[in-house]
Each structure stands twice: as structure tokens, then as C-alpha cells.
């Protein structure tokens, strides 16, 4: 009791002496500011690893992109906003890049940030020894050697990185790559503090050791119950940051975050599948949809252990024909996302949506066609085309699935419905290519169409369908030295449409409840990146 | 009693070294891995991983390695998915918490339990009785993950008296929906046994013997009654205290407590293998541990039983 009264007390003290907060250039004038800067926010899974160089999840990414900062941040359109980077220079070959960094920035044990924990941050990511799961993204960033280096055949210090004093810092890539700088948001491309790493080794991240150079730093980390970021004293832009404090809370079951979310717990939680319109109706100013880049397809297993069935273009069309998916959206989904007749996202930044004619076909048109498809492949009442439908362990995608059995079954496909267990599903798809149809999604790695369409170019570890076409390949490659990648990207698109590797089925839209106090998270982002030193919270 | 108790603990090493060995063996045989995810790895990358946590060693050596880094250092290895963590750190981190919540949950169970099933054997057909009956056939059908959500819409969405989840060491606020939703069922069962057990114990000659005595009717059921009748009770316990101390996922997923439970469920789910092998020694070390403890107060209590 004693200790819960000291406790008690001490929070009382600090309440009491808790700063009068000055005005940043984020909040708009007037703005009355709650005394409670503080921001809770629900994961569905908890973060593995708070490493940059380890991450390989959008939700480890998020919390990152607060505790730490690279060369760019994001502002809400997506444009990127020089963070570290003051400005840079780009070669006339296009293939080096050189940034010159901002002279005030400071780890939170004072050092400052130099080139050199950028060079190291980088080299540790390629590393064979680090072992990272996502030191694909120096190879798909294409700096110089990156390849050679991640597979061991050259030494880490031939990667393609170079300090050339303390706040200047060179990037060499094998080829001109028109989205290089929208990737260094990822939290992947970010510096990390060369000195705590090699002292502490896998321990560097704990609280009591981690250093960070964002505008957060790590205070409390349970796994499985908490993650507490606490605001940096010694981040450059600290004057500016308003928010004191923010939680991460995992939650498995997102109905039981929703309770939480309603008895004040958290600040901001996703609204499960189908409940948006209700939340709507009861709280407009919380429930919110916005689009969010990643798309839900069926991949058609077209590879030697997938069917022969649908080594036949006209099968693959006719069952993309044959999905309803405004049923789906309308009637399972209902949170505001969109039918999805592209690989890639509506929103994507530049993207020109080709001209798809089955998109704006009628549902009967539709089904005639594909029909009349699969007469054509010799497929029919008396010899049904018989497919199985793989997807993960989860009651939305199992109601998709059932939609889609549904879909098909009306243009005379028997469909079997194979549910498997995450790990059972992985291998399957990514690794043995032991499937005939399996559900998939994709997010954007940065806001830009490559991110989808490269994919599923043959020389892809992503294309699990096996899906190999010359021309799709051809357009792919010329878009990375085009003066215009965009038309490019289109034409990609429209080569899926005729060769339907694919049928993709919705594009996502982040559906959230948000504490209607909680200003300044970004509304039109569509990678949902967030950063927490730009949010505030209003007073009642 | 030295002897039997060391002889017992000798059979444990065996057991325990069956126990490794088919769960590693079982995990490894178990398709997919730590590593796969929903974005293909490049194959060199994939080898890089493999090397860094020995899975390219043949499986004989892994599992020596795994057992001489067990035995010698009391070390479980890092975990393959938490890269910051290893399974100590997890074990230490988790362990404590769910050992509190289960030990509570546990004292609740039994002295509610107990004092249920006492009450509605001595007042048996009464309303007691049957209030005592129905509350436990209540509980017993109402599993954890019904209580869970039931017990935040009433205790934090309407009332507003306790939080929907989390946990301190510090507030009990965080500790009063947990017990109650892990303790419910087992306290139904307890009570149960308890009553069955002690209704056949008063119909049993020492009991007659005692009332043809004259004794007054409380000695005779806390003096004569309730030992014998506790045997069947304590039989129960020792499992029944393994599985709370070691963690429900339920309870963990439901009220984000950080315990041990759910790092158990999800490192099977993730392919965590060091978690996964770390958390069932400790299960099964504690499972051994408890039959033992169960046994030895057997014989304390049981006067016909003798080591």
C-alpha cells in the first residue's frame, strides 16, 4: 500500500510540474493542448525486434520511424521531407548519389550523427553475419554489389556506400533507379549507433542500452504487454515535438481491442472486418477509412507443379471474370475498400490505372464471358474444371473464400477450400509452389508502382505463381532508365490484364477508430506512415 | 522418504531427455520455418540465416549442441524470432507474471472451491446445496475465452471499476480479471470433487463411530471429515496448479498480461523453436516437479499410504 502511495504520489508531483508546453510549428495557433501528451496505440501482433537492420514488419517499421530517423521522412501526401538529408546531388549517370547531413543531429547519448553510422547501418544490413531477412532491400534499392555482398562472394566493404567526411554521404547503385529515394523511409535505410552495437551485440536494443537519433527514445519494452516510447531531449527538432509519450499495446483479438478502445484504453485501434458501417453510424468523428497501398489477389499457380488447367490464359481470365468483387467489398468487407481490377493500388503516387474493359462490365457480361472462356479451354458441365483455393488460417479470408467458391461455382469451376496454418501456407506458396489458386497480399514497400509490378518479373523471389513472360519482363526493365517509368508501369498493367498471372480482388483501405483528440496523424498517406513528433492531443 | 523422493527425481532426468527429444524432433518435422514469411527470401539469405542458428548443422548435432548449452550453461539459445531476445530473457520476463496471476488464481480456486463443495455436502439437498451446485455447473461451462470478454464488457465498459487488460506488479486493479477468469473452471472443479469426495466420506464407519460419540458436528468435519475427503481434491491440484502457474494463452491474449502462455502457443504458430523448447522444459520440469509434490503430501495426509 505504502508503495502504491509513493507511486501514487510521485505521479501527483509530476502532474503538477508537467511543462506549460510551448506552441510547436506543428500545432495550428489557438490550438488548446491537452495536459496529457500521451498517444496509445493497438498492435495486432507484437514487435519482434526494434533492430533497423532486423525488422522485417510494417508494424515494427511504424514504431521505428519514431524511435529513429534517416535521410527522408514522409509528410501526409507521401512527398518525401528532407530529415537528415539537408539536400543531396545525383551524378549525371544517375547511378551516385551524395547527401549531405544535417549538422545538428545527435544520438540520444549526445554523439553526433554521422556519415559513418549511416555506411555501418548499411554494411550491417548486407552483412552475411547479420542475417537479415531484409537485406533484399539493399538488393532492390540496387546499390552497387549488394548482390555479391549479401550472397558472401565479396567482402562487406565493397558494398556501394561511402563517407566522405562526417556529414557526407555517397551512394552508388549498379543501375539508375528512378524510386531509390522514396525507399529511404524505410526504417531499413536508416543509420544505426556503431558504438552501442558492438558493445552491447543482440542486447543493443533493450531500454537500458538502446540509443536512438529520433525525436523517441525506447523506456519500456514487455513482450507480449507493452512497448513505451518516451519523448528525446536531444533529438534536433525536439522543440517541435509536442506528444510526450507513446504505447504500443498488442492485442491479438481485434474485438477485445475494440472493447479497450471504448473504455479509453487506446487511442487508436483497426475496426475488424464488416463493422465499419455501424461504428460509423455511432462515432463519425472516430471511425475513419482511408486507402492504404497494399491489394488483396488470387495468385494462379502456373508454374510445372501447378495445374494444367491454368497454364491456359483463357482459364486464368475466366476465373478473374468470374469474381464478384463488389459483393465482395459491399457485403464482406464493408470498410470502404475498392474492387481492385490492378495489381497495383489506385493511389499510388504517379499511377495512371490502364484502361481494364472487364471493369466496368456488367455482372451478366462478365459471367457470359467467362463462360464462354472456359468453352473455349474445354471446360464445361460434363467436364468441370476442378480447382483447389489455398488461404491462410483466418475467418476473413475463409469468407472470401467462400464467396469465390460461390462466384465460380456459377460458371460451372468446383472449387475445394485449403486452409493451412501461416507456416504451412508460406511453404506451400513461396517456397514448394504446391498450390493451384492461393490468396495473397502485398504491400507497398514505398510509394511507387515498381513496388508492385517488379514482383512479378521472372527473376522475382515474390512471383510464387511462376508466372514468366518476356514482354511484362522487357517493360519492367526499361522502366528503370525511362524519363517517364509511369507509362511504363501502365503498359505493365495492361500486359496482367491480358495474361491475368492474377485476379486481383480489392485494394485496402486503413479502417480505424481514432481518439477524436488525437490531431496531426496523416489522413491521405497511403503507405500509413505516422509519425508521432507531428501529432498532438487536444484538450476536452 | 529421502530415499523415494531422490529415486523420483532420478527418473525425471530420463524422462525430461525423452521429452527434448521428441519435441525437437516433432518441431523439425513440423513443415515450415522460423524464417519463411509472407515475402520470399532470396536463397542466400535464407542460408545466411540457417548458418547464424545452426539449423544447417545435422540434427543429431543440433540437438547435443542444444542439450550441452542447456546442461552446462543454462542457456536455451536466442529466440529465431524475437531477434533481440533470447528464450531466458522471454522465460525471466514472462515467467514471473504468470506465476503471479496463477498462484492467485490458484488460492482463489481452492478456497472457494473447497469451501463450496464443504458446504453443499454438509447441507446436502438443500437450497445451499444446489446454489452451491449451480454456481459451479455455471462456471465449469463457461470457458476462459466467454469469461474474458464477459468480464471486460461488465467490469471496464460498463461499471468502469477495473481495466480491460494489462498488467503491473504494483496495481491489483490489473490483477483482479485475470484471476477471476483463469481460477472460474478449476474452482468449479474443485468443488465438485469436494463435495462428491466428502459425501462419501460422511456416509463412511469412522464417521458414524465419531457421531455415536457424541462429537459436536464441526469437529467432526474439520477433524475427521475433511482430511480423508481432501485426498481426491489434492490429486487434482498438482496438474491443476502446473497448467495455471505455466499459463493460459487465453488470458494472456485477452488481457495482454506478457505471461508465459502466449509466448508458448505462439512460438509453436512462428516456428520459434529455442521459445518453443525453452518454455517445454519448463512445463515439463514443473509437471514433473508437482507430481512429485503431490505424492509427498499424499503420504502426509494418508496415513495408509507410506513411502
Known sequence: MKLILAISAFALMMGGAAPVFAQSDHVPAGTKLAKDQTYTYWLQDDIKTLDPDLNQSVEGNEMLLQLFEGLYTQDNTGELVPALATSYDLSDDKMTYTFHLRKDAKWSNGDPVTAQDFVY???????????????????????????????????????????????????TLNKPTPYFRQMLTNASSFPVPEKVIEKFGDQWTRPENIVTDGAYTLETWDVGSKIVLKKSDTYWDAANTTLTEVTAIPIQDNDQALRRYEAGELDRVQIPAGQYPRLKKEYPDQAVSRPYSCTYAYRFNVGPKGPEALKDVRVRKALSYGINRDIIVDKILKGGQKPAYTWTHWATAGFTTPDIPYAHWTDQERMAKAKELLKEAGYGPDHPLKLRIMYNTSSDHKKIAIAVQQFWKAIGVNATLDNYEWKVYLDKLNQQHDFDVARTGWCADYNEASTYLDANTSWSDQNSGEWHNAEF?????????????????????????????????????????????IKGIFDKNVMNYWYAKDMYRTAN | ??????????????????????????????????????????????????????????????????????????????????????????????????????????????????TLGVTAAIKRNSWLDYLAVGVSIGAQVLPNFVMAPILVLVFTLTLHWLPGGGWSFSDPRFWILPVIALSTSYMASIARITRSSMLEVLGSNHIRTARAKGLPNRKIIFRHALKPALLPVISYLGPAFVSMITGSVIIDVYFTTGGIGKSFVDSALNRDYAVMMGVTILLGTLTILFNLVVDIVYGWIDPKIRY
Not at chain 1, 532508365?481 to 498471372?501: G, L, R
Not at chain 2, 548443422?57 to 531476445?85: E, M
Open chain 2, 1 to 114: 522418504m529421502i530415499v523415494y523422493i531422490l529415486k523420483r527425481l532420478a527418473t525425471a532426468i530420463p524422462t525430461l531427455l525423452a521429452l527434448v527429444i521428441a519435441s525437437y524432433l516433432l518441431m523439425h518435422i513440423a513443415p515450415g520455418s522460423p524464417f519463411s514469411s509472407e515475402r520470399g527470401i532470396p536463397p542466400e539469405v535464407l542460408a545466411n540465416l540457417n548458418a547464424k542458428y545452426g539449423l544447417d548443422q545435422p540434427l543429431w548435432k543440433q540437438i547435443t549442441t542444444y542439450l550441452w548449452n542447456v546442461v552446462a550453461h543454462f542457456d536455451f539459445g536466442p529466440s529465431f524470432v524475437y531477434k533481440d531476445r533470447s528464450v531466458n530473457d522471454i522465460i525471466a520476463q514472462g515467467f514471473p507474471v504468470t506465476l503471479t496471476y496463477g498462484s492467485l488464481s490458484f488460492i482463489t480456486a481452492v478456497l472457494v472451491g473447497v
Open chain 1, 473 to 517: 519482363d522487357a517493360v519492367m526493365k526499361d522502366s528503370k532508365t525511362a524519363a517517364d517509368p509511369q507509362s511504363d508501369y501502365t503498359k505493365a498493367e495492361q500486359i496482367m490484364a491480358d495474361q491475368m498471372p492474377l485476379a486481383p480482388i480489392y485494394h485496402y483501405a486503413k479502417v480505424d477508430m481514432i481518439n477524436s483528440h
Open chain 1, 121 to 171: 547501418g548499411w554494411s550491417r544490413l548486407a552483412d552475411p553475419k547479420t542475417a537479415s531477412e531484409y537485406a533484399w532491400y539493399l538488393q532492390l534499392m540496387n546499390v552497387a554489389n549488394a548482390d555479391a555482398v549479401v550472397d558472401g562472394k565479396k567482402p562487406v566493404s565493397d558494398l556501394g556506400v561511402k563517407a566522405l567526411d562526417d556529414y557526407t554521404f555517397q551512394v
